[in-house]
């Protein structure tokens, strides 16, 4: 499976961005998502995840209530919308997936559980 992210960009501190995640090879669909990030000499960091039935989702603190991941079975993409955006949000996002389907209807929030990821895109917050 090949993972896409895309829709990061440069945006100005209040604004808004929409990252989506395509997958190629493979369905999402009876797999959990997720977005994680990393800046610069730090270790990546959980943002959100979504469980493989899209019933559950979960946040990192610093995102809830500004963030809200999606997934379109239709589609076959995973979406991350983004509000109210801080100069901290600054990294580059990576979407993943785990190598197994379904299991626990959970959403994932470590990276260890992740076995694909994709390539990353760049959100740029200026104050």
């Known amino acids: 499976v090949q993972l896409q992210a895309s829709g990061g960009g440069l945006v100005q501190a209040g604004g808004s961005l929409r990252l989506s995640c395509a997958a190629s090879?493979?369905?999402?669909?009876?797999?959990?998502a997720g977005w994680f990030r990393q800046s610069p000499g730090k270790p990546r960091e959980f943002v959100a995840a979504?469980?493989?039935?899209?019933?559950?989702?979960d946040y990192a603190d610093f995102v809830k209530d500004r963030f809200t991941i999606s997934r379109d079975s239709v589609k076959n993409t995973i979406y991350l919308q983004m509000n109210t955006l801080k100069p901290g949000d600054t990294a580059v996002y990576y979407c993943?997936?785990?190598?197994?389907?379904?299991?626990?209807?959970?959403?994932?929030?470590?990276?260890?559980?992740?076995?694909?990821w994709g390539q990353g895109t760049q959100v740029t917050v200026s104050s």
């Open positions: 090879g493979r369905t999402f669909s009876g797999y959990a």
């Open positions: 979504i469980s493989w039935s899209g019933g559950r989702s």
């Open positions: 993943a997936t785990p190598g197994a389907a379904f299991g626990t209807d959970r959403p994932r929030i470590y990276v260890s559980e992740y076995e694909h």
